[in-house]
């Protein structure tokens, strides 16, 4: 689907328009083969420079075609298809409009739209570096509710289950995929601030810095998550080695006690003269004999905290 919107310094609002002109905002969402075709009229681009747009494992990184500018990034999502945490997003910054690409629906371009508030899409730079900005947030957002979900777990780590080992492996999943963009990210975002592929005016240097900034940030918390995440998966499998190693102790202990009275019941159970046999209260005899083997080996192993 393909949606115009153009604002200029004089407006408050984005408004969204039918036909192109020059400084406007061209957002696709569920891109498809045409789509691409349509972008590469309008910008010049081959279709070959425009195959990674419709990739979902495209890792973040930035070119130069001609005049164009054509940056992957990705984005948190909350929803995950087929086991992928990050969506992508394809920005174009040509000398006469700006692209906003995706394969599905993006939250925080869907988000601007929504609430009608975004630079004016004439200056190309500053609604860049916006997005980009938008994105390292979302992804410092997501991070900070992993990482309140790991703190809940450790709190309650002697009451762990198996559920919480799955969701742990989610979350270090997660993680893993957060920071295997968030640092060619940070590569991108520091190759824009450089201002070696697009030009920065002196009002976009606060909000480059906030962008910049933000991204090591995402890259860092990110980092300190997983080995929070490891660590924790560490301790659960103490846990439930140990758990383990009570219950064979206990039923070892269990099986060593009751041997005895299973061999001496053995023993009387046979077709054979034995002793006692002929006494009225034998079988009383071995019980309390039963019993009181056992109670040994119950104390000995007490004592010796076998049990």
């Known amino acids: 689907m393909i949606e115009l919107y153009f604002k200029d310094v004089k407006k408050e609002k984005l408004e969204k328009i039918k036909d192109v002109k020059d400084g406007c905002w061209i957002n696709i969402e569920n891109a498809k083969e045409e789509d691409l075709e349509y972008v590469a009229k309008l910008t010049g681009l081959d279709m070959p420079d425009l195959d990674d747009v419709l990739d979902p494992y495209e890792l973040p990184r930035i070119e130069r075609e001609g005049e164009n500018i054509i940056i992957f990034v990705r984005d948190a999502q909350e929803e995950n298809k087929e086991d992928i945490y990050t969506s992508l997003l394809t920005l174009i910054v040509t000398p006469r409009y700006f692209f906003t690409i995706s394969p599905s629906k993006n939250k925080i371009i869907n988000s601007m739209i929504d ?31 992993i990482r309140t979900s790991v703190f809940y777990q450790k709190k309650k780590i002697d009451d762990v289950e198996s559920l919480d080992i799955v969701e742990l492996i989610k979350n270090e999943e997660i993680v893993n995929q957060y920071i295997s963009v968030l640092f060619p ?20 240097t606060d909000l480059l810095e906030d962008m910049i900034i933000s991204i090591k940030q995402s890259a860092d918390i990110c980092s300190v998550s997983e080995k929070s995440i490891r660590s924790l998966r560490e301790s659960y499998q103490a846990i439930f080695t140990n758990r383990l190693n009570k219950t064979i102790r206990l039923l070892t202990s269990f099986t060593i006690i009751l041997t005895v009275p299973t061999i001496i019941a053995s023993i009387y159970g046979m077709n054979i003269g034995l002793p006692f046999q002929e006494n009225p209260l034998a079988f009383l005899f071995i019980l309390a004999l ?16 076998w049990l």
């Open 290 to 305: 039963i019993f009181l083997i056992s109670s040994v080996f119950f104390i000995i192993f007490y004592v010796n905290k």
């Open 115 to 145: 609430k009608g508030i975004s630079p004016s899409t004439t200056q190309r730079s500053k609604m860049l570096i916006s997005i980009l900005l938008l994105i390292s947030k979302n992804f410092t957002k997501q991070i900070k509710k």
């Open 185 to 204: 990210m940070r590569n991108v975002f520091e190759a824009i601030g450089s201002g070696g592929y697009v030009h920065l005016y002196s009002y976009d």
